[in-house]
């Protein structure tokens, strides 16, 4: 059963118990009532007694329903959890008790389809190659949700192998998810890797979402899709269960539609200690390594406590504008970008930041020519150990190579437009053109 047919299967059995009780209204309804609504305001309404997390969920599984899968198609979702349901129950049943466990709790979210839960639902970073068997265990990030009352609604499309698989891949597309779209512009990009998380946040599919970035794959999604991206230091979230790309510069984030929606969900899923699985939780940040600095010991729980509206009165920020014209000479950044940048940089002295010009300044900024080396090494060597813990999957136990062989194998289906990385191939001069996830 091909894979669009099985989401239409399940968004139909989920429906059906809202449909019974008519707790959805009109069977033709797309809920808006809690479009926009923030983390707070829902927690304001659920501790009232007017809202429940099962309702909640029903309206955003509705959702999903009539514009995700069908009307323009954002097709930000590759996955519902077939069991969201039960943890939406399972977190008012704790409500009722008086237990509340945490920012997130009876909140509805999505994760990237690179972060394993130990469920029903695949972890396959869009790729059939790891479609079977699902993962074993949870992530760290899908237990901590758990452990905080989260209700996991489903995973999000993604570029594909968080785009670190061609010079030509298209951000947002998967051979198992097919394309995401912009929910501002169905005819645009939602940028990537994230590019499901970005969109379902922007849609109102959940309250909020979590992506993963190597290098651009939280904050552009997040720009692409009018949301709020937090692309936390590595070390600061663990990467433990999360299919990856480079252990020195992988991190997980979340998407919110406000900076608070974003700061709780950060509270939620960091690791303010070593986690016992991923090294970077309990190491010296790399910025920090060689300084003789520790591991902060000093790391906030709740990040909300830093949303402050005047929170820019007195701060420093240094700016550069190399690159903002763009980096293909054929291909120079519109005005209406550039625009927009230097609105920004006014708003931040409106603020009342000081705008440091860091290139009158005289600062000069190193080339980052090194970078796709650097993840091309790391990628080889962190794919064989994280398909190690996978089983029943085709690349289970295999290596990068047999990723590439099951692409190869499988063209039609994971190749339509392009082909598959292979590194070994690669010349000096090609490195710059890679995109990273």
Not at 115 to 133: C, E, H, R
Not at 197 to 217: C, I, L, Q, R
Not at 282 to 302: H, Y
């Amino acid at each position: 059963m091909n894979t669009p047919v099985m989401r239409i299967l399940l968004l139909a059995a989920l429906l059906a118990p809202a449909s019974a009780s008519g707790q959805s209204g009109t069977q033709n309804a797309i809920p808006t009532q809690h479009n926009e609504a923030t983390v707070a305001e829902l927690q304001a309404e659920m501790a009232s007694g007017m809202l429940t997390s099962e309702v909640l969920t029903m309206e955003y599984i509705a959702r999903i329903a009539a514009l995700d899968q069908n009307g323009p198609g954002v097709n930000a979702v590759i996955e519902l959890n077939p069991d969201a349901l039960v943890m939406a129950r399972n977190a008012d049943a704790l409500r009722r008790r008086g237990v509340v466990l945490g920012p997130l709790h009876g909140i509805p979210v999505l994760l990237k389809d690179n972060i394993d839960t130990g469920d029903k639902m695949q972890t396959s970073a869009g790729s059939f190659a790891l479609v079977g068997t699902p993962a074993s265990r949870d992530s760290t990030v899908a237990a901590n949700l758990r452990a905080g009352g989260a209700v996991i609604l489903g995973k999000t499309n993604l570029s594909e192998w968080a785009n670190f698989r061609s010079f030509e891949s298209i951000s947002g597309w998967s051979g198992r998810g097919g394309q995401t779209h912009n929910p501002y512009g169905i005819d645009r990009n939602p940028c990537g890797s994230s590019s499901g998380s970005g969109a379902a946040a922007s849609a109102n599919f959940a309250t909020v979402s979590f992506g993963s970035e190597t290098d651009g794959s939280i904050v552009c999604p997040a720009n692409a899709n009018g949301v709020v991206g937090i692309k936390p230091t590595v070390g600061l979230t663990s990467r433990a269960g999360v299919v990856p790309i480079s252990h020195t510069q992988d991190t997980v984030g979340p998407h919110g539609r406000t900076v608070a929606d974003a700061a709780a969900a950060l509270s939620v899923i960091q690791s303010r200690s070593f986690d016992g699985r991923d090294p970077a939780t309990g190491g010296v940040p790399l910025g920090w390594q060689g300084t003789g600095k520790t591991r902060p010991t000093n790391i906030p729980s709740d990040y909300t406590q830093f949303v402050n509206k005047n929170g820019l009165q007195g701060a420093k920020l240094g700016v550069t504008r190399v690159g903002l014209g763009g980096f293909d000479p054929f291909v120079p950044t519109p005005q209406p970008v550039l625009d927009a940048f230097e609105a920004a940089v006014d708003a931040l002295t409106a603020a009342g930041a000081t705008v440091i010009d860091l290139d009158a300044a005289g600062f000069t900024f190193a080339s980052a020519d090194g970078e796709l080396l650097v993840l091309l090494f790391d990628f080889r060597n962190d794919v064989r150990a994280y398909f190690a813990m996978r089983v029943g999957v085709p690349v289970a136990g295999g290596t990068l190579q047999s990723a590439i062989d099951f692409n190869n194998a499988h063209a039609n289906t994971e190749m339509p437009l392009d082909a598959i990385l292979q590194p070994g191939h690669l010349r000096p001069g090609q490195c710059t053109r890679a995109r990273t996830g």
